[in-house]
C-alpha cells in the first residue's frame, strides 16, 4: 500500500509562488510515475503535470507550461510541485498520486492508483 501526503499548500497573492511537496510511505515512489491534479470547487479534478520514475520525463499540462514545474528526491521518497505566477483562477485542493509499479506517465487520472488527502491552495486577486 502506498500513502501519500501533500503539504505546503496556503493562501498566496497572485503573482506569488508555493512549493507543494508529497511524501510517500509503506511503499517506495522511486519506480512509480507520479502525477499532480487540482479540483476547483465544482469542477472536474484536472491533471496538472506528471513525472516519470527517473524524473527524467515530464509532461504538463498547458495552463502549467513555464510556470509550474515537478521534481522528485527519491531518495526522500517525495515529489514536489512548485508553482509560480499564479493566479486566482487556479484556487483549488492539489492532489498528488502515484501509479502502480513500472508504469509509465499518465494524463488520465483513472490511471492513478493512490491519492493523497490533497492539499488547499488558495490565490487572491
Known amino acids: 500500500q502506498v500513502r501519500l501526503v501533500e503539504s505546503g499548500g496556503g493562501l498566496v497573492q497572485a503573482g506569488g509562488s508555493l512549493r507543494l511537496s508529497c511524501a510517500g510511505s509503506g511503499r517506495a515512489l522511486s519506480n512509480r510515475a507520479m502525477g499532480w491534479f487540482r479540483q476547483a470547487p465544482g469542477k472536474e479534478r484536472e491533471f496538472v503535470g506528471g513525472i516519470d520514475w527517473s524524473g527524467g520525463s515530464l509532461h504538463y499540462a498547458d495552463s502549467a507550461k513555464g510556470r509550474f514545474t515537478i521534481s522528485r528526491d527519491n531518495a526522500k521518497n517525495t515529489v514536489y510541485l512548485q508553482m509560480n505566477s499564479l493566479e486566482p483562477e487556479e484556487t483549488a485542493v492539489y492532489y498528488c498520486?502515484?501509479?502502480?509499479?513500472?508504469?509509465?506517465?499518465?494524463?488520465?487520472?483513472?490511471?492513478?492508483?493512490?491519492w493523497g488527502q490533497g492539499t488547499q491552495v488558495t490565490v487572491s486577486s
Open positions: 498520486a502515484a501509479r502502480r509499479r513500472g508504469s509509465e506517465l499518465a494524463i488520465a487520472r483513472e490511471l492513478y492508483d493512490y
